[in-house]
């Protein structure tokens, strides 16, 4: 079965800084991948989504990803922080079929003025 | 266009008594799904809909049963509600099965049992 794991259920940058949240998954088959942002008491919203097309994603609010099968992950990075980023943040991998979207535990990210 | 719709947004009830968590989706999606999340543990599906007129269960069926009352409406419901129910509800939707398909997500239900 597949599995996700994100590294850090917490982390804190300043403002300006690089964001990097890490995913690494466990596939035996090329997956598909996907980042979620909650932002507080919302549900979930689509960020970005890796579908084989490119291994380099971008998505929403400056946001990108690099997928890379021979690290078996596909962490989250965005150039410069801003303090509207700040929300949790899940990993997610598609486990075949309709039912079998799996999620990280969230990793909660904190912007210091 | 509203998306996706759960009420009620916040509930608190006692050890053993019944409720049902209303979802209604907008955009003619043809899969819906209930998820609970609980911290440090990410989202966790309890029941599926693929289509109308079919339900599966997910990773924790457990306490829960479902009804999918037609293609807008994928209902939850707890039967007699125990502590360990407490938890963030989520219902999503998805056009379809495909893998790659996102999902889009309500606003949550937030349960508390007493």
């Known amino acids: 079965a597949q599995s996700v794991t994100q590294l850090g259920s917490h982390v804190s940058v300043s403002e300006g800084a690089l964001v990097l949240l890490r995913c690494n998954y466990s596939?035996?088959?090329?997956?598909?991948l996907f980042w979620y942002v909650q932002y507080p008491n919302q549900g979930l919203q689509l960020l970005l989504k890796?579908?084989?097309?490119?291994?380099l994603v971008k998505g929403i609010n400056g946001f990108e990803a690099e997928f890379k099968k021979s690290e078996t992950s596909f962490h989250l990075t965005k150039p410069s922080a801003h303090m509207s980023d700040a929300a949790e943040y899940f990993c997610?991998?598609?486990?075949?079929?309709?039912?079998?979207?799996?999620f990280g535990q969230g990793t909660r990210l904190t912007i210091n003025p | 266009n509203a998306g996706v719709t759960q009420t009620p947004k916040f509930q608190v009830l006692k050890t053993g008594q019944s409720m049902t968590l209303q979802c209604a989706q907008d955009m003619n999606h043809n899969s819906m799904y209930w998820y609970r999340q609980d911290p440090g543990m990410g989202l966790r599906l309890i029941y599926y809909s693929a289509s109308e007129g079919t339900t599966d269960k997910g990773e924790v069926p457990n306490g829960y049963n479902v009804s999918r009352l037609n293609k807008r409406e994928f209902s939850l419901r707890l039967e007699s509600a125990a502590p360990s129910q407490t938890s963030v509800y989520f219902c999503a939707s998805r056009a379809g099965e495909s893998e790659w398909r996102e999902l889009f997500f309500g606003e949550g239900s937030r349960l508390t049992v007493l």
């Open positions: 596939s035996s088959v090329p997956p598909y």
């Open positions: 997610a991998v598609s486990d075949g079929g309709a039912q079998k979207l799996v």
């Open positions: 890796y579908t084989s097309a490119a291994t």
